[in-house]
């Protein structure tokens, strides 16, 4: 039936896309037009008729391949999509890993100066006054990261290896609590942060860390992105009529230079 298969080739006729996923497109669209051919000459129709009326009902040229058209271009944009999404969810996950990265540098910056503050309130002194006790507070409440610092008297101890063993058992000559920022979602913990200055005092002070969050925030964002990508570069590889399960590892394990990879062997084929 050479009209049907014309018929099914001008319907594909420029559309760009997998040759294979084409053929079995035509073949598919061909198979149901044959069997209409065949149920409206059992119905008394001679075979033109029957062709005529068959191509009539599955849709004219223009109009069929138009619908075939945005398919394929529906496809193109699903693809694209996939990649912007992509794109937004790495700068997403690298700006706020970035965020959370630089305010815990910042912070622990400020526990060090804090820190030196307190010692350098604590020298040459044998005993902390009342007078010393409010300006220590005040450095801590000017954190909105130390929730506790506890000072210590070492001078007793000969031997600087044998202070945080003296520390962990002795009780502290100032201590002092403060409750700070650490809603749950931020998943943040508590460690202590130890100074001392080598002679008479140490100061230990329990400050947040948010690394349980920059872990949330890296790992599944990354995560994401991956697939994402990957799901992009395979469809992309498809269109390219060069997909294999080869280049679905090279683009999950290498992502973007594994899509270069990809491109460059491309490239090469085709000059060749």
Do not use: C
């Not at 896309?17 to 129709?45: D, F, R």
């Not at 700068?91 to 010692?119: C, R």
């Amino acid at each position: 039936m050479k009209q049907i298969d014309a018929y099914v080739n001008s319907v594909y006729q420029n559309i760009g896309g997998n040759k294979k996923e084409i053929q079995e497109l035509k073949a598919e669209m061909k198979s149901h037009l044959i069997e209409a051919v065949h149920e409206l000459k059992m119905e008394g129709m001679n075979e033109q008729e029957a062709i005529n009326i068959a191509i009539e009902r599955f849709g004219g040229e223009q109009e069929m391949r138009s619908i075939v058209g945005q398919l394929f271009k529906a496809q193109k944009t699903f693809a694209k999509w996939v990649l912007y999404l992509a794109i937004a969810v790495l700068l997403f996950t690298v700006s706020a890993f970035g965020f959370v990265w630089s305010t815990e540098e910042e912070n622990s910056n400020e526990n060090s100066i804090v820190a030196t503050q307190v010692l350098d309130t604590l020298h040459n002194k044998n005993n902390i006054t009342e007078e010393m006790k409010v300006k220590i507070n005040s450095l801590i409440k000017g954190t909105d990261q130390i929730s506790m610092v506890e000072i210590y008297n070492v001078s007793d101890v000969d031997n600087n290896n044998l202070v945080f063993d003296y520390v962990r058992d002795a009780k502290p000559d100032y201590r002092f609590e403060q409750k700070v920022w650490n809603p749950k979602w931020l998943q943040a913990s508590f460690f202590p942060y130890g100074n001392g200055d080598g002679k008479q005092w140490y100061v230990e002070m329990e400050t947040r860390h948010m690394g349980s969050l920059m872990s949330i925030i890296l790992f599944p964002g990354v995560a994401i992105y991956v697939t994402l990508f990957t799901i992009w570069a395979t469809i992309n590889a498809y269109h390219h009529k060069r997909l294999n399960v080869g280049w679905i590892f090279v683009f999950t394990l290498f992502n973007v230079f594994g899509y270069l990879i990809y491109y460059i062997f491309g490239k090469r084929a085709r000059v060749n």
